[in-house]
């Protein structure tokens, strides 16, 4: 009998970051299970959890770059000669072109893996282009546009304080299906129901009657779209009945007169035909929400990935704070992360600088150094100075998560070069010149260093490997690594002597010469003890010492660092949220901004759109528990049983066009058009239709079987990359004006 290793260790496919424990026998995995000793999961999975066993044995995952020959076919190729092929066609396309032909995207599951967080900004910098794109700006950009004004950094968002809440207001979010968002919390319906359980509410305010709705003490139907008016009457009304109250941040809050004015004439009473909700609620939830003892109001993908996404970001956090809850137990608070915590001691700092430069083609504002993710068809397909001609793309399947991706698609194929760093050839990657694939999820370690800044309690946890990778194989921060030194010109640099470099810069930033947070050792002595094993693990090790719980290098021999974690394999839990005004505050006058201008600069847009006529029908996304946005479709148990890849359709509209469940029906937008299963249901609001998203693998040339076999549609042929909120930037997802009739 052979032995069974267990590895303890986080489940990377979704933001609630829970602990699993694999178990290993003749190098198979033979279980996945939630892990019972987990201090913040506590044995919770959901069914998602064991496809991590299915990605990794897939053989359809890619094990060695391919690259693509004359006649579109792939042929393997060794490591050493694929890495410089990537790079010698990006510099060829930056010396024919110019450096602004080279861009740059990124996905988002370079946020569930240390290695690709700590490398996608080491190989922006070497490509050292303005043309810049990421999923984020068809996410959550809209909320780090308002955390970043309002409290000083673009992470510092307040976190809803589900396990002491009162009373939870959510608006555009089901995390029954997503597992929450900017709101890292294994298990939310047991949390859920815990708030029920000690006579808290859970109100859901969402175009669906979701999963979510389904298990909360009240649901009302929102118009998509609409939650700004929604939100800013509710403040309107604590401020016409006297309801304004903010506790102790009021000595730290600017610009109070500001969201007074912002919200002048926005009443229940205006906004109840628009939201779709009548007056008396919109009344009703106001006085419950400052009724409570206390109260969270949490908004996500509805909220942001909408019309008006800033400003529904914003009046989120305006509604946390007029009540008194922001910073309170029981409402909303700041995280105290182990690593990369954001803030400094000391209230104020430098706050954030966005649109400093535009887009070359529709002039659209950068923002965090990024240009919005629906200008990257048109910075490719626009003759001109700066037109895109080469791409890299990590860890991103643009050609099914961004909008109009028929003409990105288009694009795409016209490029003189690209290059993917995947693990798959599917949609996005098949109009590569080469394919790099990094390692399995399970063959390399893993720290959450983003989602332990977004959780509901302080975490701290590190996943080893399960796995040695095979021989051979590169991670992801190494194939990002020598890429990088070709395109700063150091040629067939070794990923060893890049993450050298990339360490001591990050020594020189976080170690004062002094000694003063290194116990007063030198950085030399710092990077010596950080060890000889290259890789990202070393700069995690100096952020988890040098953070506020840090050992700073044995000034707090208690006190965390990377040996001190691997002590604890199944995390350790550092404690419920605690109040941090103002030492959290980044903002230049170490206040909360309540009315920053750019924000409120889009207000007269929000006011015209007040009378408009409403459209016929609007399409929204929608998730499922077993689908994980386009890329777990190759995984027979997350695709198995009845088709969910349906246009789920209110039975009053359906009857208005005569449609039934399973006729396929053809929905059509402004730029494309899908046919689609119907699936008549009284959970959509009268009005809206709903196509989840990341679904459309009916395509020849991808290796993707089971995909292909459970394909579905692409619901971003419909999304309309000329709809866009304009302070952030982000894609419009929801809210798309369509047609629906039978298919011919
Ligand atoms: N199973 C699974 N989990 C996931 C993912 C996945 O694909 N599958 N994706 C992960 C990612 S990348 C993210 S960002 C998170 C997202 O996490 P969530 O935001 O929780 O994701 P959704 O399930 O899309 O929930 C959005 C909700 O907004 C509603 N909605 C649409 N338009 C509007 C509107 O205008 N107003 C309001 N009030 N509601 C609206 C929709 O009906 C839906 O219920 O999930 C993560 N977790
Ligand atoms: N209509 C509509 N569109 C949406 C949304 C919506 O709600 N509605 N949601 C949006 C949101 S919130 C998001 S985050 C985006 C996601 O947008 P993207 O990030 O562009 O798309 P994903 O589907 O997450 O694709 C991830 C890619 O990463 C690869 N991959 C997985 N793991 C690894 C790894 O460890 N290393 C590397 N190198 N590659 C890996 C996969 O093979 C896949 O190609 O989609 C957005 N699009
Ligand atoms: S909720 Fe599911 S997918 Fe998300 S981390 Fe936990 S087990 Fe993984
Ligand atoms: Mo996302």
Redesign the pocket.
């Known amino acids: 009998m052979s032995e069974t290793t267990t590895t303890y260790r986080v ?1 990377t ?2 933001e ?3 602990g699993i424990a694999v178990e290993v026998r003749d190098e198979r995995v033979v279980s996945i299970k939630g892990d019972p000793d987990d201090p913040f999961s506590q044995g919770y ?2 069914p ?2 064991t496809a991590m066993k299915g990605l990794h044995e897939d053989p359809d995952r890619l094990r060695k770059p391919i690259r693509k020959r004359d006649d579109g076919t792939w042929e393997e190729m060794e490591w050493d000669e694929a890495i410089r092929y990537a790079a010698k066609g990006l510099l060829d396309v930056r010396k024919k072109s110019g450096g602004e032909a080279l861009a740059s995207y990124i996905g988002n599951p370079t946020v569930h893996n240390l290695h690709a967080t700590m490398y996608t900004p080491v190989i922006n910098r070497a490509l050292a282009s303005k043309q810049r794109f990421s999923a984020s700006t068809a996410d959550q950009f809209p909320k780090m546009v308002t955390a970043g004004l309002m409290f000083g950094e673009n992470l510092t968002i307040p976190i809803p304080d589900l396990d002491r809440t009162d009373y939870l207001l959510i608006l555009g979010a089901n995390p029954l299906a997503s ?1 929450g968002s900017l709101m890292t919390a ?1 298990n939310v319906k047991g949390r859920i129901r815990d708030i029920r359980g000690r006579g808290g509410k859970v109100v859901v305010v969402d175009p669906r009657r979701s999963e979510t709705a389904d298990v909360a003490d009240e649901h009302l139907f929102i118009r998509p779209g609409s939650d700004t008016y929604f939100l800013l009457a509710i403040v309107n009304t604590l401020f016409e009945e006297q309801l304004v109250d903010l506790a102790d941040s009021a000595e730290h809050v600017a610009g109070l007169d500001g969201v007074r004015d912002a919200v002048a004439g926005i009443t229940a009473e205006r906004v109840a035909q628009r939201t779709g909700i009548d007056a008396q609620s919109i009344r009703r939830i106001a006085r419950e929400f400052a009724a409570a003892p206390s109260a969270a109001c949490y908004g996500r993908i509805g909220t942001t990935c909408q019309e008006f996404g800033t400003l529904a970001s914003w009046a989120v956090d305006v509604l946390n704070i007029v009540t008194g809850n922001l910073d309170r137990p029981g409402g909303v608070l700041f995280t105290k992360a182990a690593a990369a915590a954001g803030s400094s001691d000391e209230p104020g700092g430098t706050g954030v600088r966005l649109h400093r430069w535009n887009s070359r083609v529709s002039d659209y504002p950068e923002v965090f150094g990024e240009i919005p993710v629906a200008a990257m068809a048109e910075e490719m397909d626009t003759p001109g100075e700066g037109q895109i001609r080469g791409l890299l793309t990590i860890a991103g399947n643009p050609a099914r998560s961004t909008p109009d991706t028929e003409r990105l698609e288009r694009a795409l194929g016209s490029l003189d070069f690209m290059v993917s760093v995947d693990i798959y050839l599917n949609e996005t990657t098949r109009h590569a010149d080469i394919i790099l694939p990094p390692t399995s999820a399970l063959e390399h370690e893993h720290y959450d260093l983003a989602f332990y800044r977004l959780s509901i309690r302080n975490i701290a946890k590190f996943s080893p490997a399960v796995f040695e990778p095979p021989e051979g194989a590169l991670h992801d921060w190494q194939i990002l690594a020598r890429l990088s030194a070709h395109l700063m010109g150091f040629g067939d640099m070794s990923a060893d002597d890049v993450d050298d470099f990339v360490l001591n810069q990050l020594v020189d930033s976080l170690i004062p010469e002094d000694g003063a947070k290194s116990n007063g050792k030198s950085r030399e002595e710092v990077v010596d003890e950080l060890g000889t094993v290259r890789g990202p693990h070393r700069a995690l090790d100096l952020m988890l010492r040098t953070g506020p719980y840090g050992d700073r290098f044995g000034a707090d021999p208690e006190g965390l660092s990377l040996a001190k974690l691997k002590e604890h394999p199944h995390g350790i839990d550092l404690g419920p949220l605690m109040p941090q005004l103002p030492q959290v505050l980044e903002t230049p006058s170490a206040k909360i901004e309540m009315s920053p201008a750019l924000v409120l600069a889009d207000l007269p847009r929000l006011r015209d759109a007040l009378d408009r006529a409403p459209n016929d029908l609007v399409l929204i996304g929608r998730r499922h528990l077993r689908s994980n946005n386009s890329w777990c479709h190759n995984i027979e148990p997350l695709v198995k049983g009845r088709d969910r890849c349906t246009l789920m359709m209110n039975p009053t509209d359906a009857d208005r066009f005569g449609l039934r469940t399973g006729d396929d029906v053809q929905v059509t937008s402004r730029v494309g058009s899908v046919v689609a299963p119907m699936e008549v249901t009284d959970e959509l609001m009268p009005g809206v239709v709903s196509l989840p998203h990341g679904w459309g693998h009916d395509v020849d040339d991808i290796r993707m079987s089971v995909a292909r076999e459970h394909a579905g549609v692409n619901s971003n042929v419909l999304t309309d990359s000329a709809l866009m909120d304009a302070p952030s930037g982000n894609a419009v997802l929801n809210g798309i004006p369509v047609v629906v009739q039978a298919a011919v």
């Open positions: 489940c496919l979704c609630a970051t829970c999975i959901c998602k959890a597992n294994p």
